[in-house]
């Protein structure tokens, strides 16, 4: 480590936060890492995505989002750890450094690019960490090794897991984060919890980090809070809507590529994606506005699906839906289509699946989401248990979550005159058949 | 007026706001704005144009605050005015329309925008109300000669001053929204009033809307949360040197233009305005998702000051300030001017005055801004005066705030090894001289 | 019903309240009612008994709660049910009454009280509404059998269970107010749940007051709210402490006056109620204050035990505890009351069993509490379904709390050098063992 | 000092406060006073006395408040001042046990009380802290001379400034509790400030505190919240008329036992008042349970004044009030008082002027108030200026508060139809009569 790694700035400097109130940033690493071009790109990428278009406070970004975990890392470490024994203040400055990129990788409304491009924003973040990046270079000052590390640790492979929970974990900073930060944000009752209570109850031990018996029901309340979160925002239909929509927008602007489609406005930004040979630069390019703007070109396409999709997502005419599982009713879901089809309406863009478990997002599931660390529960006798075990109500929910099924397609159709009534007729009986 | 104008949905719909918790639409010819495109673009505009590069929760659009107001008129008038003598219930769809669309018109940073190609909001508000557009076409639905009638309510030039002073006065929906909103999301402590006392104690008079005395409190709180985020909000240093630096940006393209530079990549929505003849189509194809595009764009331009200026916006290399007012000295800020020039940066961009009087907001001036209808109080006798003679908070500090002058210019020369000693050390002697 | 019953106030009343906001009085025979002796009484008993010797904020007295309750009724039936065909407006007086005085008989510290001296609350409510009182005087003027049905709606027997269910259900107004209210005070961040949308989704039906489907979610909230509530403030163990004590010392007052023991101090307060020849007066007289002047006057009595109680009640200087049932581990309890007694502390008074099943408290427990009405939901297609089939979060909890049981003494015990050696080991170990 | 000075808990205590969250107490000195009974006595005497019957959520205690002014503090010098060369960390439990015992020497009601009796609770803190008190026996085992440094400081005659101004300065933490805790149980919307931006400004300096200039925005905000809290809550003219009534019921009483009076209930706790014999054991006994008691009692004396008035105070029958100076219209109000006198209404107790500079309270005003330390800022350049010189804000208001002059009364005899109608012709001219 150089002496870079413990710099301090002459004066701590402070960012409001209306989720954590303030930000407080004391090392000189963290205030030159916000400062690269890479994090402040994340300004322009929004945290929740669509979101917005359901609910209109949902306009923050993910460079939002990545000051709270930093700050809640922070706090964790600065307030509650330093001085134990079983914590090893070496690692400080790897954990708030890999709180603050965790995200680093993510490119605009992610969920939708990533099914269609087969990119994966974590990936990205290693690139961007060990790249030719002005974050590379800070992280390089602290230590030559550092960048690598870091990617390590957001990559969940770092051997030491107490720094690896603190930022995925089935209770950590990210997730604590987001729900209050989404929660603030939408307007929404749900998303609140203690957690001031739950930082102080954290405790560090070997290879992981644990939660005092006595914050269990501040536990609880965290993981309801969760539940009501993905229930209300994060499955919310509408906004599953608008996701639809923009992956179909994505898909038939890769078909056309392929199909060698003379755009009117050459989507420059794109075609690396449509090659699959991607720089970092092309990838850090991509940001919302310049998604938004590609949006609104095609708006103006001769393609009627493109335009007809491009208008829908940028003037919010989204689509409607029903419940329904293409699995168990598959000859539904195909009249469905067939009648679509006969509008002139191609149903692989206007009659679609989408189910939560597509979903990026999960619920406290013990055992089935290995990947993520479980939450632990320090007994007062020292004996550590999984909260699951001890607590009956997280038990009850653990796991609960069906998969939610639904199709999308243009539900002004049904109230459309210009289409022939038998049609209309059969797709109304089709739609309220048992929905 | 047609049926169309009191036309109510088959169920009240309803927005999830953080603000005010809700916003309730049971008008038709409401729920049917809000589904415009118009009114949807407001989605890609920032409320609070570069704030959100010093306070980073101020990432909220006009879309969102335009509910808010609308939704505060709403509560006056159902809840406060409806069933009072000296309140036309006529009006209610006018005044409901004119809050809803009163920012239809900004553009993206509207400040800079209109500072450098001399276009003017409120004039396009009237363009769009009144044009071939689709807020025309609800508008026109309930009357005629409704499109007029809301240009005049929102242009202030509307008979009936009730209307008008429920949209724009100096306690107007717009103002009480802008303030709650501005600091829900920046998350500073100021712009809190309760502005629910206020509503209740609001009363419609004969081309007028008063306070009731009773609530000269609550008033007075409100003017001072409005002065207190003026300072620290909306005339925050740093939010102004972005101001500035996008100012430049766009001076510059235009005095490109003007030199027909060629552009590696076409500024195709700009050239109406480098022309001044601009359609309604043009103005409305510019968002702010469009400008920051083209702003990266610009980053990878020949042109050396364009191609700075660009990257110091996108990557927020801001640029330092002193307090200068040049018509004070302007013996120092020429000199100023003239280093800068020796030094290869331009002072036309580099060396920039910035006065808080440019900023488009204006304090508590009865009298002052005559423009504005002052506050009125309803005294228990029935007699009406204006605020500031019964208040001698609001009387004490009513017209007090000083025009603050800035200088801003690229501080980083002040440590630049390669800038040649001697001038450097003019520049720090000019710099700190005083300041 | 007379005019009275419909007189409305020249100018509405507001209260300011923390957690309303405002509660809003507009009608006659309301305001006339608060301004009663019998309601203002209510002013001196706080709502939460002892809790305020743990959650030092709890000091709110049931006055504060009863406008609560009153306020939540009056907006479900102005601002929701007014107007549909299904709510008759001619029920709404009487509910409004009946929220407002739900809790008039309550006295100091009523579950200890009532369980020493076999009194209990809701015949007192009766009472005061029924007997020669202010209350009753006001009610009368609205109908003679007005205070009859005031009654019956406040003991459930009302015929129209829709009115019933506002103030008594497991979903009612008496339970919204109370959590956000006690946790307002306390500070807790449990108890919130998202009201106003509960109350935007209630609707009236035949006998009966549901829910709409779309607002299950915010039901589910408000369930889980309560769970940690109860969890965590109202079973809280050392609140239980503070009640053991106060129950103890009334009990010891009790057994004394049956013993003729001579009071220094004449507790004439309490004499009805030892002889159990109580009148109405006698029953009101008792409030919160002199309940704690007499306690303070015991602390000097010569009765060791009276003495030693009062002291620590009004001092704080409460009962340590361990998990113990009594009834499973009789031998352990024997033993450890007969350590008690042989150091010369009574084992009635300082071993101490309490179990959470006797606390005044309900979960969820659909089907097992059946006096309580259930929470219906109207799905969208018209039927009416109970909760918990619905929510399988619900279904999940529903009657899962298991009864907390523990033993009470004195813990100074265990460390006084004055106690015998051995004695202290062997309570050690008992206390010890496997709790 | 004793090791008992940096005695620490083996595990910290936490106190959940709505106001600041929690309560931290790590130092076993602190928890050992939080333990005494003349601290717990606190629990029975409100914070803001008679405020509750127009507030009705200002029913929080003193000790509420004195653990909110110790959590402050603790946080100013734990987090702010603590490693900074001007602080003397020698100084801190000091501090900390003035800040949480400063109003150990409240009585109930201390207004009206201190009035009529001529007791000074400041007086009786010091006679707490340095009598044979459990307060005493814990400041004692820090160190002989401990009880008097903390009696000096809270007197403000320690001769450490920098000491005396954290618990007494127009920006202490005493102000800064009281108005944050004051509004938040009442629920109103003034009372919020910036706190924590506050404490993060606060600069120990030789024999003073100051604030760094950056902070002056967050200070103006409290002087605003000061003065709004002043007029709304502190000097509201209702809870004034319960002041009014009380102090006269004390008058009466006082007046009565100089009669010799028989009491059909013998009001010992008062006896020593009566006589000005008072032991700290006397003072100690008589909380606000206890005066609540009493005045219950004296709704049944035969006297006919004390009788009425206790009951108008229990059972909230107030005074209603027009506005009048007496010395400035001595002829209106000696009429005023004859008339009451003529209807036998003893004019002593029924007509009382009363005016808000007899209140307890202070605005800012410096210079005036030369016994509270004024707020200094600490400028950029190391230089210190009084507030008001920098704040033209502050400028404008201080000093600006007039004092307001009321006439209290029954006012029901107005509209009283036994009262002679001529007499009260007289009194409605006299009472609307330019008012």
């Known amino acids: 480590m150089t002496s870079y790694a413990t710099a301090k700035l002459q004066e701590e400097k402070v960012f409001k936060d209306p989720v954590h109130r303030y930000v407080h940033v004391r090392d000189q690493a963290i205030w030159d890492l916000i400062g690269t071009k890479e994090f402040q790109r994340l300004r322009r990428i929004r945290q929740l995505g669509t979101t917005y278009l359901v ?19 922070r706090r964790i470490i600065d307030d509650v750890f330093a001085g134990r024994s079983e914590w090893d203040e070496q690692e400080r400055l ?37 790249g030719n990046t002005e974050v590379n270079t800070v992280l390089q000052r602290v230590a030559p090794d550092f960048p690598e590390k870091v990617a390590q640790v957001i990559e969940k492979t770092y051997a030491n897991k107490q720094v690896v929970s603190l930022i995925s974990s089935q209770i950590d900073a990210d997730r604590m984060d987001y729900l209050q930060r989404d929660a603030y944000y939408t307007g929404v009752s749900y998303g609140h919890f203690d957690m001031e209570r ?4 954290m405790r560090p031990r070997a290879n992981q980090v644990v939660i005092k018996e006595s914050g269990m029901h501040a536990v609880e309340d965290y993981i309801m809070s969760r539940y009501q979160m993905y229930l209300q925002i994060y499955f919310h239909p509408v906004s599953r809507s608008a996701e639809v929509i923009l992956n179909n927008i994505l898909k038939r602007v890769k078909a056309l590529s392929e199909e060698d489609y003379w755009f009117k406005h050459a989507p420059i930004h794109f075609k690396p994606f449509f090659r699959n040979q991607i720089t970092l630069d092309d990838y850090l390019a991509l940001d919302e506005s310049v998604m938004l703007t590609y949006i609104q070109f095609w708006m103006q396409e001769e393609d009627v699906i493109l335009r007809d999709l491009s208008s829908r997502f940028i003037n919010r005419k989204l689509f409607g839906y029903i419940n329904m599982n293409p ?12 009648l679509f089809n006969q509008m002139g309406l191609d149903a692989t863009y206007y009659v679609v699946h989408d189910s939560t478990s597509d979903l990026p997002y999960d619920l406290y599931q013990p055992g089935a989401a290995m990947e993520k660390l479980p939450i632990m529960l320090q007994m007062s006798n020292g004996e550590v248990r999984e909260l699951s075990q001890e607590s009956s109500l997280v038990d009850a929910i653990a796991g609960r979550l069906k998969t939610d099924h639904k199709v999308y397609f243009p539900e002004e159709v049904l109230t459309d005159s210009e289409v022939d009534k038998g049609v209309r007729e059969e797709l109304i009986g089709l739609i309220h058949h048992c929905s």
Chains 1, 2, 3, 4 share one sequence.
């Open 94 to 130: 790897l954990v708030l450094c890999s709180a603050l990129l965790h995200d680093l990788g993510h490119g605009p409304f992610s969920h939708a690019f990533e099914n269609v491009f087969a990119t994966d924003h974590e990936e990205y973040t290693r690139a961007i960490l060990l």
């Open 55 to 73: 609910f209109h406070g949902a306009e923050h970004s993910r460079f939002n989002h990545s000051l709270g975990v930093y700050e809640i890392v």
């Open 327 to 338: 699995q168990k009713e598959p000859q539904r879901f195909e009249r469905l289509q067939q």
């Open 198 to 201: 739950i930082l102080r109850v």
